[in-house]
């Protein structure tokens, strides 16, 4: 009698520690993928951002470079990131604008 409470006790445990988890995160995977537009800022699972230019229904474009693009399973998607906001970069000592082309003192 005390195995079956034991044996029922580890599969609530399973249950509440395994698999609502996972349950979780495959809805909220499912939910992202239905939402994604063009436009987006999007990164994959390895690590890619980029920016969606056309959706379909199994795979998407996604532009990471000014013209590059990728074709990619919309599976890849693991996250929608902000973009950021592009500000001014501020004016250096010598009136250039890009950091690397300061000369060194």
């Known amino acids: ?11 609530v445990l399973f249950y509440v520690l395994i698999v609502m ?8 995977q499912a939910q992202l993928l239905a939402e994604v537009e063009v436009g987006d800022e999007v990164m994959t699972l390895g690590g890619i951002f980029g920016f969606v230019r ?7 474009l996604l532009e990471i470079a ?5 074709r990619l399973a919309k599976s890849a ?3 929608r990131t902000e973009a950021e906001d ?17 000369p060194l003192p």
């Open 54 to 60: 056309e959706v379909e229904d199994h795979h998407i």
């Open 86 to 102: 592009a500000e001014e970069p501020a004016d250096s000592p010598d009136g250039s604008t890009d950091p690397a082309e300061t």
């Open 66 to 70: 000014p013209d590059t693009r990728v």
């Open 21 to 28: 988890p996972q349950r979780r995160r495959r809805q909220t």
């Open 77 to 79: 998607i693991t996250a």
């Open 1 to 11: 009698m005390t195995a079956l409470i034991f044996l029922a006790g580890m599969l």
